[in-house]
């Protein structure tokens, strides 16, 4: 791939900016000098894209800002991908299918013919070259107007009143939250938000569980300075935010080289035993998932701490022995 190619888009990106971008903010990121900046702007010109200038009033004195206004910006040209590149974006919008069968499969349907009309791809190539899997993935029919509430709210920062049944809860409870983030994880779909009534704390709510959400119009909210994503979970053993712990399981030499090959947790050691089996320690928070990763591994893992979470393991494994054990097939259907 060329500069050229490589840059242009970065250009426009920069150009399609509500204020648009100076030829300055341009050769900063670009590292480019001025001559090179009108170049690529000529360039854009012989490709058909009306760039816009105005004159920068917060800059020096005749300095201008380039722009390319929406409405009238039709990409007519075609972005040269590498293969890391393609794979990648292959990957990535294979996800989509979380929405097939939903009233967002238009919007993603038109998302891919966009993104397939300014990308240059071999179309004699057929077989498929990324595939997600979405086995044990949650069915979110009937979801389509919660999904699309959360995503609004989420783009226009946008309050919103739900009625949300916590696992394992009686019964649902209605209040107020400020969505923050719209996550994907492990196949299901969750919303990261602030919960005004208990003084901004963040929770993670599972789309599934929204029984009614409503857009609260008039109500806009700012997102903290300190929040991000990547640091609220990134303690988190899976999608539960709660106290981190250090964990050390001891894995069997059949078992130790899948574990080994993964990150499980924060601050992750792996110590090699003699006979080919290895301890690893990590530390991360969701007390329920790393117990339930654990017992995935059956007789081949086996916590050394902490101590109460053994123990927990050690009695659901009694419990499991009492209902598979000794012959006992009177509960089993077959």
Same mark, same amino acid.
């Given at each position: 791939?060329?500069?050229?190619?490589?840059?242009?888009?970065?250009?426009?990106?920069?150009?399609?900016?509500?204020?648009? =971008?100076?030829? #300055? +903010?341009?050769?900063?990121?670009?590292? *480019?000098?001025?001559?090179? /900046?009108?170049?690529?702007?000529?360039? $854009?010109?012989?490709?058909?894209?009306?760039?816009?200038?105005?004159?920068?009033?917060?800059?020096?004195?005749?300095?201008?800002?380039?722009?390319?206004?929406?409405?009238?910006?039709?990409?007519?040209?075609?972005?040269?991908?590498?293969?890391?590149?393609?794979?990648?974006?292959?990957?990535?919008?294979?996800?989509?299918?979380?929405?097939?069968?939903?009233?967002?499969?238009?919007?993603?349907?038109?998302?891919?013919?966009?993104?397939?009309?300014?990308?240059?791809?071999?179309?004699?190539?057929?077989?498929?070259?990324?595939?997600?899997?979405?086995?044990?993935?949650?069915?979110?029919?009937?979801?389509?107007?919660?999904?699309?509430?959360?995503?609004?709210?989420?783009?226009?920062?946008?309050?919103?009143?739900?009625?949300?049944? =916590?696992?394992? #809860? +009686?019964?649902?409870?209605?209040?107020? *939250?400020?969505?923050?983030? /719209?996550?994907?994880?492990?196949?299901? $779909?969750?919303?990261?938000?602030?919960?005004?009534?208990?003084?901004?704390?963040?929770?993670?709510?599972?789309?599934?569980?929204?029984?009614?959400?409503?857009?609260?119009?008039?109500?806009?909210?700012?997102?903290?300075?300190?929040?991000?994503?990547?640091?609220?979970?990134?303690?988190?053993?899976?999608?539960?935010?709660?106290?981190?712990?250090?964990?050390?399981?001891?894995?069997?030499?059949?078992?130790?080289?899948?574990?080994?090959?993964?990150?499980?947790?924060?601050?992750?050691?792996?110590?090699?035993?003699?006979?080919?089996?290895?301890?690893?320690?990590?530390?991360?928070?969701?007390?329920?998932?790393?117990?339930?990763?654990?017992?995935?591994?059956?007789?081949?893992?086996?916590?050394?701490?902490?101590?109460?979470?053994?123990?927990?393991? #050690? +009695?659901?494994?009694?419990?499991?022995?009492?209902?598979?054990?000794?012959?006992?097939?009177?509960?089993?259907?077959?």
């Amino acid at each position: 791939m060329s500069k050229k190619e490589e840059r242009l888009p970065i250009i426009i990106d920069l150009f399609l900016r509500p204020r648009g =971008a100076t030829v #300055a +903010e341009v050769c900063d990121r670009l590292s *480019i000098s001025r001559q090179m /900046f009108y170049r690529y702007l000529q360039d $854009l010109h012989d490709q058909g894209i009306a760039v816009d200038d105005s004159l920068d009033y917060d800059g020096n004195t005749n300095s201008k800002r380039w722009r390319i206004r929406e409405d009238r910006f039709v990409r007519s040209f075609a972005v040269k991908l590498t293969q890391a590149e393609r794979l990648m974006l292959r990957s990535v919008l294979d996800r989509t299918r979380m929405f097939t069968g939903t009233s967002l499969e238009p919007s993603m349907n038109n998302l891919k013919s966009k993104i397939n009309a300014v990308t240059r791809y071999d179309s004699r190539r057929k077989i498929t070259t990324a595939y997600a899997s979405f086995k044990g993935g949650k069915d979110y029919s009937g979801k389509e107007e919660i999904i699309d509430t959360v995503l609004r709210a989420v783009e226009e920062s946008l309050a919103c009143r739900v009625t949300y049944r =916590a696992a394992h #809860a +009686e019964s649902p409870k209605t209040y107020e *939250i400020e969505p923050y983030t /719209f996550v994907d994880h492990g196949n299901a $779909l969750y919303c990261i938000a602030a919960i005004p009534a208990h003084n901004r704390d963040i929770r993670v709510l599972a789309i599934e569980r929204i029984e009614y959400i409503e857009l609260l119009e008039d109500t806009k909210f700012t997102v903290t300075d300190d929040y991000s994503p990547e640091s609220y979970l990134g303690s988190s053993f899976g999608i539960i935010i709660e106290e981190s712990m250090r964990v050390r399981v001891r894995f069997n030499p059949e078992s130790a080289l899948y574990a080994r090959e993964r990150v499980w947790g924060q601050e992750q050691h792996v110590e090699n035993l003699a006979d080919g089996a290895i301890v690893l320690s990590f530390t991360a928070a969701g007390r329920m998932e790393i117990k339930r990763w654990v017992l995935s591994f059956g007789s081949s893992a086996r916590v050394l701490e902490p101590e109460s979470l053994a123990k927990e393991i #050690a +009695e659901e494994a009694h419990r499991l022995s009492a209902l598979y054990g000794s012959g006992n097939t009177d509960d089993i259907v077959t």
